[in-house]
């Protein structure tokens, strides 16, 4: 089964208090956004979709020498949105799609590998990297089919039932989805809430009502599904970055 990448790096790094593009940020001198090209490209990709948006031509020339193909994402309407550029790039592609932030440098290669393999093994149709944490505030739970991989909800923490709130399981914003269940979604979802944003997590409460079957992959090491947001963060992920071999 062939595999394609999408990695979104549009957004702007406001609250790292700084105009420049959010995966432009270094640590240990490189921009977050290589690590995570590094990682991916070692996956032996059929293609990497990069969106970018926020200092486009900034992330472009930083990203040249990897084999990639940029996807421009303006104005910013979302993560579903984000996801909707590179439909072009991909209109006659039929593998699988793994999708990721270009601010979560942390996720290790291993992890990504065994992703795609649970999603391949429970013949999925989306499968969500998971990690349990103490303290799950503001994150999206996974309520998950009994102790099986199958997940039968994600719910957002302000949705969460109060029995929900107890889930330390949480969504961690990497997926996998069969690119023919992913593009058709995305034409179903709508920007009716607050933010007037397509959010990709709308695809999967299409594919739940589609009894389509979404999986979970849970990673033991929390410290992976980190993502950058502020300049601690920052510091905090060169110090993991500088452990790795």
């Known amino acids: 089964m062939s ?11 406001t609250r790292m208090k700084s105009d420049l593009a959010k995966v432009l940020h270094k640590a240990n001198g490189r921009p977050v956004i290589e690590y995570v090209l590094e990682k991916t490209s ?9 969106i970018v948006g926020h200092q486009a031509e900034k992330v472009k020339h930083a990203t040249q020498q990897y084999q990639v193909e940029w996807a421009l994402q303006r104005p910013q309407l979302g993560t579903g949105h984000a996801v909707m550029q590179a439909e072009q790039s991909l209109h006659s592609f039929q593998g699988d799609i793994l999708i990721l932030s270009g601010d979560a440098p942390l996720v290790t290669i291993a992890t990504l590998g065994q992703l795609i393999e649970c999603h391949r093994m429970e013949d999925a149709a989306a499968t969500v990297l998971t990690a349990d944490l103490r303290d799950p505030s503001g994150y999206g739970r996974i309520i998950r089919n009994g102790e099986s991989n199958g997940v039968s909800k994600i719910v957002e923490h302000k949705d969460a039932s109060s029995e929900e709130l107890l889930v330390q399981e949480i969504n961690s914003g990497v997926y996998v989805f069969r690119a023919d269940v ?3 979604a995305l034409k179903k979802i709508n920007n009716n809430n607050a933010q007037h944003e397509y959010y990709l997590t709308d695809v999967f409460s299409i594919c739940f009502d589609k009894g389509k079957k979404v999986s979970a992959y849970k990673t033991a090491n929390a410290d992976e599904i980190k993502g950058i947001n502020t300049v601690e963060q920052l510091r905090e992920a060169e110090k993991i970055l500088s452990t790795e071999s």
Do not use: S
Request: charged share 20%.
């Open 3 to 13: 595999l394609a990448i999408i990695i979104m790096a549009a957004g702007k790094g």
């Open 42 to 50: 070692a996956l032996d990709p059929e293609k990497i979709v990069l």
């Open 182 to 184: 992913l593009f058709d």
